[in-house]
């Protein structure tokens, strides 16, 4: 199961940070990565870590801006989102896969949580 929550309402060059907290599966196994949706979209990949956190992958469109990292201690997942903009409005997603992190971004990961909404406004 995975659990993720962190998300609100931000004004425009705000910031916030999700949390994805696993349970029930050996979450060092797993590459982690979040994903989103936004109205009238299709979900779209975010970011990826490996298993350890050595590896990291992001869209072009969040790279410098969003920070995924993770705690196999805590079986936690984050996402530290910084500089947001209204375009980054959406149900975030994270997901879990035995996948690389370049994989993920491209194929449907094994397992989702429930989504968690952020709004950023202008």
């Known amino acids: 199961q995975l659990q993720a929550f962190g998300g609100g309402l931000v004004q425009a060059r705000g910031s916030l940070r999700l949390s994805c907290a696993a349970s029930?599966?050996?979450?060092?196994?797993?590459?982690m990565g979040w994903f989103r949706q936004a109205p009238g979209k299709e979900r779209e990949f975010v970011s990826a870590?490996?298993?350890?956190?050595?590896?990291?992958y992001y869209r072009d469109s969040v790279k410098s801006r969003f920070t995924i990292s993770r705690d196999n201690a805590k079986n936690t997942v984050y996402l530290q989102m910084n500089s947001l903009k209204p375009e980054d409005t959406a149900v975030y997603y994270c997901?879990?896969?035995?996948?690389?992190?370049?994989?993920?971004?491209?194929?449907?990961?094994?397992?989702w949580g429930q989504g968690t909404q952020v709004t950023v406004s202008s």
């Open positions: 997901a879990a896969d035995r996948s690389t992190v370049q994989a993920m971004s491209v194929s449907p990961a094994t397992y």
């Open positions: 029930g599966l050996t979450f060092s196994s797993y590459t």
């Open positions: 870590i490996g298993k350890s956190g050595a590896s990291t």
